[in-house]
């Protein structure tokens, strides 16, 4: 039988241990997926986490942004050209900031197979990792968000 795993991997992201949302004040405010695709949605006084599940790249991400107005903005479909306009940081910028490693960043949120168990174990690298090296952006702190910013739209990373 063909494991659903967009909807698996909202259940898995909805059940994991919780210690990445309490926090930092992050309840969940949304969720959609279907049989391939899948999102959740979370948020707290200022911020919002966007977790999908990406069937093609067989990837899990998520991105860290600002509300606006005190709501979660749609969806950008265009990357930013200027530091100004970032709205989101994905958190391969976020890990990448804070490990200087391009390729085990953009490796933790990665499954193989698709199973609860391997989609459960990609959700959980991912969270715990930004739990560790995201505190910083995840408490708000303007500074680190204009470094985040800056490589997302740079690539480039500074010190």
Same mark, same amino acid.
Not at 72 to 79: F, G, R
Not at 142 to 153: D, F, I, K, N
């Given at each position: 039988?063909?494991?659903? @795993?967009?909807? %698996? ?8 241990? =919780?210690? !990445? ?7 969940? @405010? ?5 049989? !391939?695709?899948? $999102?959740?949605?979370?948020? *707290? &006084?200022?911020?919002?986490? #966007?977790?999908?599940?990406? /069937?093609?790249?067989?990837?899990? $991400?998520? *991105? !860290?942004?600002?509300?606006? &107005? ?6 950008? @479909? ?5 530091? &100004?306009?970032?709205?989101? @940081? /994905? ?9 200087? *490693? ?10 193989? &197979? ?17 739990? #560790? ?8 702190? =303007? ?12 690539? %480039? =990373?500074? =010190?």
């Amino acid at each position: 039988m063909r494991v659903r @795993i967009g909807q %698996t991997f909202v259940r898995v992201v909805r059940t994991h241990p =919780p210690d !990445l949302f309490d926090a930092y004040g992050f309840v969940v @405010i949304g969720h959609e997926s279907d049989s !391939l695709y899948g $999102s959740v949605v979370a948020r *707290n &006084e200022s911020h919002y986490l #966007r977790v999908t599940l990406d /069937p093609r790249e067989r990837v899990i $991400s998520a *991105n !860290l942004g600002r509300l606006v &107005e005190g709501l979660v903005p749609p969806v950008s @479909i265009v990357p930013p050209k200027t530091v &100004e306009r970032v709205t989101e @940081i /994905p958190s391969i910028v976020i890990l990448w900031l804070a490990t200087g *490693n391009l390729y085990e960043s953009d490796e933790l949120g990665r499954f193989r &197979e698709d199973s609860e168990e391997a989609i459960s174990a990609a959700v959980g690298r991912l969270m715990d990792a930004l739990a #560790r090296h995201g505190a910083r952006l995840l408490a708000g702190d =303007p500074v680190e968000w204009g470094r985040a910013a800056e490589l997302y739209v740079t690539g %480039t =990373p500074r =010190p």
